[in-house]
Nanobody, 119 residues
Framework: QVQLVESGGGLVRAGGSLRLSCAAS????????VAWFRQAPGKQREPVAR???????NYADSVKGRFAISRDNAKNTVYLQMNSLKPGDTAVYYC?????????????WGQGTQVTVSS
């Protein structure tokens, strides 16, 4: 069974940066779009960014210009570079391969990685 492992979260002050990584145990990322999601306490999980197999990216309005998603197909890894972080970005971040041009996930969720932004 393919597993997703997110890492790179932590505690950072507002204005700081973090780089998240998402690794898959198999080659599920190859040929698939992959997305990052986040879930803040008491809120529903929401999409943050998506990268297609060819590299096309999409972002939630709340993170445009601050976050950048990228992928390394050879390493079966997807990254999320987060800059100019705000307290509102505090959440558990998850990744998952998704159906092309949607945010419909293909796998069970991993454990996520906690991002906490202090003011």
């Amino acid at each position: 069974q393919v597993q997703l492992v997110e890492s790179g979260g932590g505690l950072v002050r507002a204005g700081g940066s973090l780089r998240l990584s998402c690794a898959a145990s198999g080659t599920i990322f190859s040929g698939n779009s992959v997305a990052w999601f986040r879930q803040a306490p008491g809120k529903q999980r929401e999409p943050v960014a998506r990268i297609a197999s060819g590299g096309t990216t999409n972002y939630a309005d709340s993170v445009k210009g601050r976050f950048a998603i990228s992928r390394d197909n050879a390493k079966n890894t997807v990254y999320l570079q987060m800059n100019s972080l705000k307290p509102g970005d505090t959440a558990v971040y998850y990744c998952n391969p998704v159906v092309r041009n949607t945010y419909a996930v293909l796998l069970s969720w991993g454990q996520g990685t906690q991002v906490t932004v202090s003011s």
